[in-house]
């Protein structure tokens, strides 16, 4: 019999995706009408953010785990990006209804795994299952600050110390390699996936430094951003919002160029290794890292990388006191 949800229908299909989701701490989870979370705070931060076949991912490239995964990793890091906890994911996924349900148990198997690895104790609290020509999935993440003030964009002080947690450019390396085979050529993205596991992962299942969100908080910062766009967009975006220049240290961006090179093949006929400076316009501009962009009055915690300091002056980037153009991703930007 056919394992298609338009065979398998709705209810069915919910009955074998919901109990793979790890049961989150909530007081109310997937089930009834609306879950229900606690709130000891007071008060939830609340963020949200969709993955569209097309636009956002190929079904050629990403397994459905990995699409599970991304979903949650993604939507994790706008949390961390305020300094808070994650406490829950709302799922809104819609499918065609050729697509077999053993697809969705496997996105729902990457969620879980995702929040067992960066959040741990974190689910999906509820969702909502519907039909739709492509697959999409659409997340809605809720946290807690635990009685600490949200880090907003807006914080940064001239002296201030701009600081970075996670990986810079590997995730668009990766998609410049996918891009490079292409969907058609099975064989030659198979053997993408068995020659750099590791380099994909940053494209397809990337694990941002999520719990780095409250210890940036923790140890002071005054504002903080998860990089999905681009370092210099998502920089000018605090910039902007601070109305502070933001002068990065073009030896570090140079040094995070070079590991952008090594991780890339060297022999790869239809993508020739980057030189540096195509792995800096990855670094500078690639997005989808969802590492975390801080400034910090003092030095910052363990595991952040001293990218640059906060200058007074007109809202900019700069690298190395001169001013850049932001260059990032946008969704409507003609391709
Ligand atoms: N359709 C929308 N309606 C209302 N607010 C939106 C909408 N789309 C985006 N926003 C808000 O605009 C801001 C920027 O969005 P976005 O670039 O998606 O943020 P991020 O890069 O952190 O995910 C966010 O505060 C977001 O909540
Ligand atoms: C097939 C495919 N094409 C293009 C991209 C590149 N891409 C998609 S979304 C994105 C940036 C972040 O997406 P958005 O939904 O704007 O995240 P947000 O800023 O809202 O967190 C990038 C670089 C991709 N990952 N896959
Ligand atoms: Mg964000």
């Not at 909502?128 to 997340?139: C, E, F, H, M, N």
């Not at 969907?183 to 994909?200: F, K, N, T, V």
């Not at 540096?276 to 670094?283: I, M, S, T």
């Amino acid at each position: 019999m056919s394992d298609d949800l338009g065979a398998v229908g709705e209810r069915a299909a919910l009955a074998r995706i919901i109990p793979r989701l790890r049961r989150a701490q909530a007081l109310l989870g997937p089930g009834d009408d609306a879950a229900l979370l606690a709130a000891p705070d007071g008060r939830v931060l609340l963020s949200t953010d969709a993955m569209i076949e097309g636009p956002d991912f190929r079904r050629a490239w990403s397994t459905p785990y990995e699409l599970g995964w991304k979903a949650m990793a993604t939507n994790l890091a706008d949390i961390a990006a305020m300094g808070g906890r994650p406490t829950g994911l709302l799922v809104a996924l819609a499918a065609p209804e050729r697509t077999s349900v053993a697809e969705l148990e496997a996105i729902a198997d990457g969620m879980a795994a995702a929040c067992d690895a960066l959040a741990p104790g974190v689910g999906v609290v509820g969702g909502d299952l519907t039909r739709a020509p492509i697959l999409s999935l659409s997340v809605t993440v809720t946290g807690s600050l635990d009685g600490r003030s949200p880090v907003l964009r807006s914080g940064a002080r001239p002296g201030d110390l701009v600081a970075y947690s996670g990986r810079l450019g590997l995730a668009a390396a990766a998609l410049r390699l996918l891009f490079a085979v292409g969907e058609e050529d099975a064989s030659g993205i198979a053997a993408l996936r068995r020659g750099r596991p590791e380099l994909l992962r940053e494209q397809l299942a990337p694990s941002p430094p999520i719990r780095d969100g409250v210890r940036a908080a923790e140890a002071g910062a005054t504002a903080m951003l998860d990089v999905s766009d681009g370092l210099l967009l998502d920089a000018s975006r605090i910039a902007g919002a601070s109305r502070v220049a933001l002068d990065l240290d073009g030896a570090a961006l140079e040094r995070l160029a070079a590991e952008v090179v090594a991780a890339l093949p060297a022999d790869e006929e239809d993508a020739p290794r980057p030189g540096r400076h195509e792995a800096l316009a990855l670094v500078l501009g690639g997005g989808e890292d969802h590492g975390l962009l801080a400034t910090f009055p003092d030095e910052p915690p363990a595991g952040f990388l001293r990218l640059g300091v906060v200058r007074e002056g007109l809202p900019a980037v700069l690298i190395d006191g001169a001013p850049v153009d932001p260059t990032g991703w946008d969704s409507f930007a003609p391709s």
